[in-house]
């Protein structure tokens, strides 16, 4: 295998994993996890064969939002443990070959900080335009809150002046000014503060609001110019403070304005960005048993410059959104995995993780992972998708899938020595609980979930074309098939997913010579192409096959 690209871009072939410290493992017995647990996790990361830890936020909050409403951006939360604790997890990290990233959350902060307090002390207070505010009443913004069931408005009222401060999300997290250059001094004093402890880059949340122009003034708008230019200016930073760090960022609009964001053809804007299209499309495909609406979404995404990466993935820490499928297929997704209403979230996406939604199938649940890391692009998983764990739809909206990371099966999961009333979070208590899903089980059944994404990994990584090669869609008469082709340099992949529950035989072409050799990645198996450059693959039902492909006289088989 040869990459002939200066510079190391290890994001474009990483394998990134999303955690929450508190929700992960628990090293002081008081039911909440911290760093000191994380620390002690860092080698099963390592053998699992993630390259990219990404936590999500563990500053100082009230904990409204799960951490998400921050009132000190320069330290650890102290259930979490200290600084000190936290440079220990990115020293052993790194230690172990693994990039940290974290999530820089600079929208808003929780009305609890200090900035805030403030900002409403009076209308002349320093701080007062850091935060977005106006005197006359607002018109009804009830069409654009982000919580539908908890807010009927961006705009909430300041009973001590009297004027209106902006909050996109919820009223205890006002947005911060980021047309005022004074803000975005700080943000630049962020980010190099957690360049200095370690970082490897940062997972910025919730993009496009930080550049909307929402409250401001036109001479503020002005004097900002192109929002886009900060965004820029983010990513030099991140490069000169770390040398390779990237900025991951959570953008999920259409794919035309999604190319602003990277920088269009100069690149020069995020380095990477979740493709909640593509991850929409693949749903839809999946409910409908055909690719053709995954096929159609990665036909549209724009062809990226080379200092750029989608990321793709299955599953998060927020809601399941399905906000960019039409109103009829939103409701085909609902139909297929999750037609109660307690499984569905905001109207617009599920409260579900993948394996209760495939009801437990391992061919459908093996597959589905199977084509995540097959996709052009970067994968990401959370946290426990290795083993398969399910979700508590008892609890309200994303909280349901942000439940204790399951080591055990004793009651407290191996996350805690606490009881199982302390937990930070409730655990399930169905099929899916830590008595059924854990990895102490897992990681000594070579036919587990965790034994069969470790696998997953290791070929994925064997294979760096998948991150790094152009991807096109090779034509074969299944509708219920996918079969991409990825090419990098001389090298090439080709992979093939049934969609359905019943076997096919699928019978391709490829512009190879004849007598060319494709061997399967994962057994080693080895067929042929024929005299007109034809071969069949025979794929059962929920199957799926990565192939290499060799010349006739290539034997390089790993």
Request: proline fraction near 6%; include cysteine.
């Amino acid at each position: 295998m040869r990459i002939t690209e200066t510079g190391d871009l290890w994001w474009k072939n990483a394998v990134i994993y999303s955690l929450d410290v508190e929700t992960y493992n628990d090293g002081n017995g008081d039911g909440i996890g911290d760093f000191a647990g994380l620390a002690g996790r860092i080698d099963y990361l390592a053998e699992l064969g993630v390259t990219c830890l990404w936590l999500m936020p563990f500053f100082p909050s009230p904990d409204l939002d799960d951490g998400y409403d921050i009132t000190d951006f320069y330290n650890v939360d102290p259930r979490l443990g200290s600084l000190g604790d936290f440079v220990e997890v990115t020293r052993t990290a790194h230690d172990r070959g693994m990039r940290v990233i974290i999530d820089l959350v600079i929208n808003h902060t929780s009305d609890q900080h200090p900035w805030f307090k403030q900002s409403r002390k009076s209308t002349d207070n320093p701080y007062r335009d850091w935060y977005v505010w106006r005197s006359d009443t607002p018109p009804d913004t009830s069409d654009k809150v982000v919580f539908p069931d908890q807010e009927d408005s961006i705009w909430e009222k300041d009973d001590k002046t009297g004027e209106w401060y902006l909050h996109n999300f919820y009223k205890h997290q006002p947005d911060l000014n980021i047309a005022n250059p004074k803000v975005r001094d700080e943000i630049f004093k962020i980010i190099g503060f957690w360049a200095q402890l370690g970082v490897d880059g940062f997972r910025i949340d919730a993009v496009p609001f930080i550049f909307s122009t929402e409250g401001n003034t036109p001479e503020e708008i002005e004097a900002f110019g192109d929002p886009h230019d900060f965004l820029r200016d983010i990513r030099a930073m991140v490069g000169r403070r770390t040398g390779d760090g990237i900025i991951l960022g959570e953008v999920n609009i259409p794919y035309t304005d999604q190319y602003t964001f990277f920088g269009e053809e100069h690149g020069d804007g995020l380095t990477m960005q979740f493709d909640f299209i593509g991850m929409q499309a693949a749903y839809l495909s999946l409910a409908r048993q055909d690719p053709a609406p995954l096929v159609k979404a990665l036909g549209q995404r724009p062809q990226l410059s080379h200092g750029t990466q989608w990321a793709n993935f299955l599953r998060n820490h927020d809601e399941l959104t399905l906000d960019k499928l039409t109103d009829k297929e939103r409701q085909e997704v609902f139909d297929a995995f999750g037609p109660e209403p307690e499984m569905q979230v905001y109207g617009r996406g599920l409260k579900r993780r993948l394996p209760s939604m495939m009801g437990g199938d391992p061919r459908r649940i093996r597959m589905a992972y199977s084509l995540l890391f097959s996709l052009p692009g970067t994968p990401s998983l959370f946290y426990g998708e290795e083993i398969g764990m399910g979700e508590v739809l008892s609890e309200e909206g994303r909280m349901a899938v942000r439940t204790p990371m399951q080591w055990t099966p004793e009651p407290s999961a191996g996350f805690s020595t606490a009881g199982v009333r302390k937990l930070v979070a409730p655990l399930p208590s169905d099929g899916y609980s830590p008595e059924h899903v854990n990895v102490a089980d897992q990681r000594s059944d070579p036919d587990s979930q965790y034994a069969f994404v470790r696998d997953l990994i290791f070929r994925y990584r064997q294979h760096p074309e998948l991150g790094w090669g152009q991807h096109e869609v090779i034509e074969q008469p299944h509708t219920a098939v996918l079969a991409l082709r990825c090419r990098h340099e001389e090298n090439s992949v080709i992979t093939l997913h049934n969609f359905s529950p019943d076997g096919v035989t699928v019978a391709f072409s490829l512009d190879e010579e004849p007598g060319t050799v494709l061997v399967d990645v994962f057994t080693g198996e080895e067929c042929r192409l024929d005299d007109e450059g034809r071969i069949e693959v025979v794929l059962d039902g929920y199957g799926y096959r990565w192939y290499r492909v060799h010349g006739p006289d290539d034997r390089r088989l790993y």
